[in-house]
Nanobody
Framework: QVQLVESGGGLVQAGGSLRLSCAAS????????MGWYRQAPGKQRELVAG???????NYADSVKGRFTISRDSAKNTLYLRMNSLKPEDTAVYYC???????????????WGQGTQVTVSS
């Protein structure tokens, strides 16, 4: 069993900051790419930021310059530092990992349960 557990969400005023964490645990052989997605009410889930096993990153245009994704591969943990938060950043944030549970299996996508981020104006 593999679990991705997010933490760090909450209520913050516009202009504030939050740091999300996602800890992956269980039977994990290897993690490839990881990422943060978000879904606002009535909208589709969208990619916020991604990071490869080699450390290359990509960001949605709406968060460039404000959010920073990072990972601690030794701890199988993913982070998202969010600065200068705006009300439009309000959403449930989900952690995603492309990982394999053994040498012989293929990489599959795994998701966390989500953490709510609410930015008040």
């Amino acid at each position: 069993q593999v679990q991705l557990v997010e933490s760090g969400g909450g209520l913050v005023q516009a202009g504030g900051s939050l740091r999300l964490s996602c800890a992956a645990s269980g039977s994990i052989y290897s993690i490839n790419a990881m990422g943060w997605y978000r879904q606002a009410p009535g909208k589709q889930r969208e990619l916020v930021a991604g990071i490869t096993s080699g450390g290359s990153t990509n960001y949605a245009d709406s968060v460039k310059g404000r959010f920073t994704i990072s990972r601690d591969s030794a701890k199988n943990t993913l982070y998202l530092r969010m600065n200068s938060l705006k009300p439009e950043d309000t959403a449930v944030y989900y952690c995603n990992a492309l990982l394999k549970i053994s040498y012989t299996t293929s990489y599959d996508n795994y998701w966390g349960q989500g953490t709510q981020v609410t930015v008040s104006s």
